[in-house]
């Protein structure tokens, strides 16, 4: 095979051999703190698409404002007062608001993509999800003792926030995993216990080991389909039968995924492992996909963004520590020892 | 009857129109300077465009479904035979005719099961003799997919990818960042021949049409939940 020419830039050069045919992509390794931008914006850009959906424009019990006011119950007068001054806001200009909260997360999913927009973007995202979180999401159920993981507590969109730091764009580094660029090692560390830890303490608080309530729950769900209305019903028989047992269980799974990180390598996986498929469950049994396959939904709720999480703290190899720090070191490189 | 906001409906359509006439110009570019690459993906923007603009806006649809879903049947089968000699050519790797043939995939979803589309912006002509609505779990997968792809494309350091693929001398050509590189023997591409037609036929723009049809797409798959 015989290089013809290649030029180097803030990226990999694609290398022609004789046949015309290029192969940068096979050499060009992958920075994965980018790659999970990539797939934060992904999930953005979703959002935005589901704000779009005709019943989000409407007024009523069913429409975007009557969503947003059913979020005050339960939560103590000043929050609930001002969720439902918000929704009194949107019931009075449904398109208007409506577009302006789709268009914001555009600007977020697209913001993420251009590397001179990502810092602002992502600050942008921080923002907008601590302000969805209180207005959007009844502050995630956490003042009145309902904010199960079962359900998406503390709030999934507090999670968009969190990854919006711990992906802040930063210079590659010997990190153990992605998470670790941004803020470190210590603090990446410290931030995963308390978030896992947190997780375990609203599984048993409040009507978190309710069996009635965690069956109220999932049976609350109408609309789905049929395969997903199946695993309804069994995961509502479950919780019936079995709602403490279950977030006791879940208690002590978050526990050990919080405690995993400070553990050898290898540990570390399997307890990330062990995260991720309690909030796959999570996604598909209790979540039901955040409602989305109702029709009726804003957001594929806590499964995704948690395991995008459990994922920037996976151990990473020699190899792939490299790979995490392109194109500021090695990649670049080589790039121009093939140019000279 | 279109849903409202209407507007919003009208803008997706235009834009959809957008994409299938941008497709058209870069066909007759093709013709015009022999390019033999990427026109595969330009006839199927032609007719996803003019047929999502239908679905968005009831008025702008015409054509008997059958004869739609023959179409986007050929544009599947074709897609994924092309990716097939892609992985024989090249080795294992992720071609970029998938998503094409996914697009195509999901296009032909729309015309079998229009029952779904019930609250969407789905044209009635395309009723069908099927009154099953497609799966809303593989609406959602196939959305997120043509979001992934739409969000990657644009954050590919190289353009023209979604059109011509990582193996082709097309997107060899356009380099990273609109950068140039020695080509062997054969046809310039369009990107190399400068003036009004290397403009139109800009990787990057090219890369813009597909980010459009994917977002529109995955927002047709959203209302058809």
């Known amino acids: ?54 019943f ?23 929050v609930a007062h001002s969720i439902t001054w918000n929704a009194s806001n949107v019931y009075h200009n449904p398109v208007v608001s409506n577009t302006v909260f789709a268009l914001v997360q555009f600007l ?16 942008l995202s921080v923002v907008w999800s601590l302000g969805v979180w209180w207005f959007g999401e009844g502050a995630g159920n956490i003042f009145h003792g309902a904010a199960t993981p079962f359900g998406g507590g503390p709030g999934a969109v507090l999670i968009y926030a969190l990854l919006a730091v711990l992906l802040w764009p930063s210079a590659g580094s010997d990190t153990p995993f992605v998470a670790a660029r941004s803020v470190g090692m210590t603090a990446a560390k410290v931030i995963w216990a308390v978030v896992w830890g947190l997780l375990a303490i609203l599984a048993v608080v409040g009507s978190g080991r309710s069996p009635q309530a965690l069956h109220d729950l999932v049976a609350a769900y109408t609309g789905q389909p049929g395969w997903l209305a199946h695993i309804d019903r069994a ?9 403490a047992t279950a977030a006791i269980l879940l208690a002590v799974v978050c526990v050990i995924v919080a405690i995993g990180v400070y553990l050898p390598p290898q540990f570390t996986k399997v307890t990330l492992v062990l995260g991720i498929v309690t909030f796959v469950f999570i996604w598909v049994a209790t979540e039901n996909f955040g409602g989305i396959l109702a029709g009726g939904a804003t957001d594929p709720n806590s499964g995704p963004p948690f395991i995008i999480l459990a994922l920037i703290y996976w151990p990473l190899t020699l190899a792939r520590k490299a790979a995490t720090s392109w194109p500021s070191n090695s990649t670049a490189q080589s790039n121009e020892a093939l140019v000279r | 009857m279109t849903p409202t906001p209407a507007w919003l409906y009208y803008f997706f359509a235009i834009a959809m129109l957008a994409v299938a006439a941008y497709g058209l110009v870069l066909l007759a570019v093709s013709v015009a300077i022999r390019r033999s690459a990427g026109w595969d993906v330009d006839i199927a923007h032609v007719f996803m465009g003019v047929s999502m603009a239908g679905m968005f806006v009831t008025g702008w649809a015409f054509g008997p479904s059958a004869i739609w879903e023959l179409i986007f049947t050929v544009l599947l089968i074709w897609f994924l035979v092309q990716s097939v000699q892609s992985v024989i050519t090249f080795g294992i790797h992720l071609t970029h005719y998938l998503i094409h043939a996914a697009m195509s995939f999901a296009m032909l979803l729309m015309y079998v099961f229009p029952a779904g589309a019930s609250s969407g912006a789905m044209s009635m002509s395309m009723a069908s003799s099927s009154s099953a609505r497609i799966d809303p779990g593989l609406s959602l997968l196939l959305a997120f997919v043509f979001f ?4 990657f494309t ?35 591409p369009a990107s190399a021949a400068g003036g009004a037609l290397g403009l139109i036929s800009a990787p990057w723009l090219e890369d813009a049409s597909h980010v459009v049809m994917c977002v529109g797409m995955g927002f047709m798959l959203i209302l058809m939940i």
């Open chain 1, 235 to 243: 995961t509502a028989s479950m919780f019936l039968h079995h709602g």
């Open chain 1, 56 to 78: 989000m424009f409407t007024r009523g019990s069913s429409g975007f404002s009557g969503m947003l006011n059913n979020l005050a119950a339960g939560n103590p007068g000043w």
């Open chain 2, 154 to 188: 644009l954050a590919s350091p190289v353009k023209g990818v979604s059109h011509h693929g990582r193996h082709s001398r097309a997107y060899a050509m356009s380099g990273p960042a609109g950068g140039t590189v020695g080509t062997p023997n054969g046809p310039a």
């Open chain 1, 108 to 123: 977020i999913g697209f913001g993420i993509v251009w590397k001179r927009s990502l810092k602002a973007a992502l600050a």
């Open chain 1, 1 to 54: 095979m015989s290089v013809t020419e290649v030029r180097a830039g803030d990226a990999p050069a694609p290398v022609i051999d004789a046949r015309g045919v290029t192969s940068s992509s096979v050499e060009q390794p992958r920075d994965l703190q980018r790659t999970f931008q990539l797939v934060l914006a992904t999930v953005w850009l979703l959002d935005a698409v589901l704000q779009l959906q005709p």
């Open chain 2, 148 to 151: 992934a792809s739409a969000i």
